[in-house]
Structure formats: C-alpha cells, structure tokens
C-alpha cells in the first residue's frame, strides 16, 4: 500500500484512461495465463508484519520517519500512519527449515529496529490493535509522509461524501466518527503469502477464504480500541467501518464496499480481477510507462501496472497478486486476516497452520460443495466477534466450538499439509503445538490482554492506567518471543 505516486490530481478523464487500461491488462493476463509458463517451482511463501511503535508510558510515538532514517533497511517501510512501521520478509521455500529460517531472520530484523527505536525512545509492539490509541492520535495529521497514503484519504473521503461513522457492539459499545481514513492507523496485520501455479488459485483461495475465521479464532489479538473493551479482533470491524467510501444510500442499495469478504466461490483469479474492474471505481487512477498489449506482443512479460495498481485499492481479506520476478511472471494468494503478534513465535504457529491447512484443504472438494459461501462468512464474523469461544460451521460437523474443530480436524489437516510441503517434522510439531496449545488453554491475544487488564483493574486502575499497564507488560514479554498462551496475567 505504501508505493508512492507521481501525482495525486486526477481527473475523470484519467479514470476513463485507466479503466480502459484496467481491462487490457485483464485481457493481456487471461491470454498469458492460457499460454505463458508462470513461475511454480514450488512452495514459495513471504510475509509482511506490520508494527506499531510505542512510548515509554505504553503510547504511540509518532517518530517512523526517524527510526525508519537510522534503520537504512529496505525490508522496513512506513505504513498509514506515523507509529506504524511495516516489515517485509523475503520469500523463500517451507521445506526443510524453511519456517525457522524465517523467524531467525525476522528475530534479527526486529533486533536491529529495536536497537533504532531506543534511540528515539521507542519500542515496537507487534498487536492487532494498540490498546492505548485515543481519537486524537487517529487524526490525518498523523499520516504518515507519504503522497499515497494522502492521495487515499482525499479520495475515500471524498468518495463518501460525508463523516465516516464507527459503530462497533462488543462486550462494550463504541460509537465515534472520522473525517479521514485515520482511523485505520490502528489495524495492523500479519500478511501471508503463497505462490501458486495459475491452475490451482482458485483452490486454493477458495481454502482461504474457507479457514478465515478458525484463523480468527485462534489469533485474535485485538480486543481494545479508544479504552473500549469491543470484539476480540476489533480490527476487522474498524478496517470496514473506517475505510468505507460508499455513501449511505449506496450502501442501502447492496453497492459493495472496498474492505469486502466476497460473495462466491471462484473458479479463476480472472473472477477476481473481473469483480474488481466491475463493482470498484478506481480510487489511485494513475498509469504507467508501459502499454501491456505492446509489451506482449514484443515477446516480453507485461508487469499489468494499472491492474495491480486496482487491485492495491480493494481490500479483500484474501487478495489475489500477480507479480513478475526474475523475468517470470506468478501468481500469489496474500492472506490478510490475522492481526500482528503477540510474538514472532505466534506469527509463525498461525503462518504454519494457514500454509499448512491451506495446502490440504485446496484438494478437498467438500470445501466448495459441502460449506455455504454465506457459512464462510459468518463463520468469519464469528471468529473476529468471539474469538477463541467462537461457534464455527464445517462439513460434517455442523456448528461446532472453534477449538474443539480445531484440535479434532484442523490441526492434523495442517500436520499433514506441511508434510507434503516437506517442512521439518520439529518444525511442524513445535509450531502447531502453539496452536493446540492456545486452543487447550483457551489463551490468544486477545485473552491475555483482556485478563491483564481486568486484573489491573481489580488492583485499583482505572481503565486508562490498566490499558498502559497492560500495554507495557505486553511489550516486554513479547521480546521473550515465548507464545502468548505462556505469559502470565
């Protein structure tokens, strides 16, 4: 999201230009698709973790741009806001010690920030949501400097026309409103990716979408916003709310907002992309240097700038990539559901039992038969909603706990998914037994925050000072990297 623009004045007449050329690359990709070899070597998986930077007392420290300065690493990039910094992981194989390779790497990435961040007197704190966050730290003064992330927000908000209006029944209530997409600083994710052969995508988005809310179930790590105790991933609910363009007669009228789960099953990424240039007015209309049409007919890989450009302004929660890399064109599904943290430990169990689970679930044909595309959906409210108490609905079971799904069927799904993918068996049982874990001891994030802060409370703080206790605490036992279910409250 963070790619910055060459201008950001656009005119209808650049709309017109770039729906146009939307629909050639769409052309141009569903051609290549037919007779171009696209990269599928083999399970090649990425990540991207985004982080939030806090102050001494818990709080945001609106400084990315001085510690991303020091830092001098391209793998660390701003994200919306100034407290928000993003680290983006080189892909690299699961086989073998392909999952420990990527969280020692992570590990000494995360050891070099936070030597940065020290000196400007931060700390990162991997979480869904920061628990501290107060209105006037979501505002757009606190963006960060970044023509994108501008150039969005006039859009969005100028889209809608009006306040965008925040309204979220959890435990507790919370009703608030925004003039920019500010808001949406607070969500912060961890994002898996997996490369995929053209054939297989729509499989194995399909299993993507199909597993969203046990991920939620057992990841949730957002339970707090503006001192509210809201869903246990709040950050589903806000992402929606915050970033939604449509006016609201044209939500009344079923117009599809941006942040959107989908409505079917698919049987191509062409469905995707065809949906995305059909429902979605382009919000960044910019084009690039190069005509596709051209480019193919030159014998030459096309990198479909205005397509993936498009694609960028949707915010599916599975979000189908087409890339180029080493002259090679692939594909990717890019998992956007789980919240970051609460440790890198953690990021990889729910990275393990996604790849895992996904890579079994793509050959199971009950998925698409057996489960209602509405079920998915529900079942993704749910686990953001209810988070490890969650009920979900799975083929041959009805509705069920998460946990119990989870531990009976999932898991040894996901056993059997890494084994295919050739992942190391103590790597497999180390980190799906963080999973089972968490599902034994009934601990996520989400709990644990909620424990800590109800137990702070009950020692005399008030929500304010429990929120930072508990914010604190958080921090320094994540730099333990011992999995959330350990800590103690």
Known sequence: ??????????????????RGRVRRCLDVLSEMLATEPFQADGPSAGLEIEMNLVDGEGGPSMRNAEILADLADPRFQPELGRFNLELNVPPRSLAGAGLADFEEDILDCLRAATECADKGESRLALIG??????????????LSDNERYRALDAEIAGARGDHFRIDIQGTERLVAGSDSIAPECACTSAQ????VAPADFA????????????????????????????????????????TDARP?????????????????????????????????????PELGEEDPVTVREAGEIPRLYELRMHNGTVYRWNRPVYDVAGGRPHL?????????????????ANAAFYFG????????????????????????????????????????????PAVTL???????????????????????????????????????????????????GERGRDRAAALREMTQRYVEFQRTNEPVHTWPV
């Not at 399909?206 to 950050?235: C, D, I, K, M």
């Not at 103590?426 to 137990?455: I, P, S």
């Open 1 to 18: 999201m963070g790619k910055d623009l060459v201008t950001a004045a656009f005119t209808p007449y650049d709309r017109v230009l770039f």
């Open 129 to 142: 949501m920061l628990p501290t966050l107060d209105p006037e730290h979501l505002v757009p003064a606190n």
């Open 192 to 195: 898996f990716h997996l490369q």
């Open 203 to 242: 499989r194995y988005w399909n299993a993507s979408q199909a597993v969203a809310g046990v991920q939620l179930a057992v990841g949730a790590n957002s339970p707090f916003l503006y001192r509210r105790r809201l869903w246990a991933e709040t950050r589903i609910p806000l992402f929606e709310q915050a």
């Open 248 to 284: 609201d007669e044209f939500a009344a009228q079923g117009v599809r907002p941006r942040v959107w789960f989908g409505e079917r099953w698919i049987d191509s990424i062409l469905d995707l992309y065809e949906e995305n240039l059909r429902y979605f007015p382009p919000l960044l």
């Open 332 to 348: 990717r599904v890019e998992n956007r559901v789980l919240p970051s943290g609460p440790t890198v430990t953690d990021v990889l």
């Open 357 to 400: 689970l996904i890579h079994q679930l793509a050959e199971d044909p009950r998925i698409r038969h057996e489960l209602a595309f509405t079920d998915a959906e529900a079942n993704f409210q749910a686990g953001a909603r209810d988070g490890i108490t969650a009920r979900q609905t799975w083929p041959g079971r009805g509705e069920t």
């Open 406 to 456: 989870v531990r009976d069927v999932l898991l040894p799904l996901a056993a059997t998914g890494l084994d295919r993918f050739g992942v190391h068996p103590a790597q497999r049982d180390r980190l799906l037994g963080v999973v089972e874990d968490r599902c034994r001891t009934g601990r996520n994030g989400a709990t644990w925050q909620t424990a800590a802060v109800r137990a702070a």
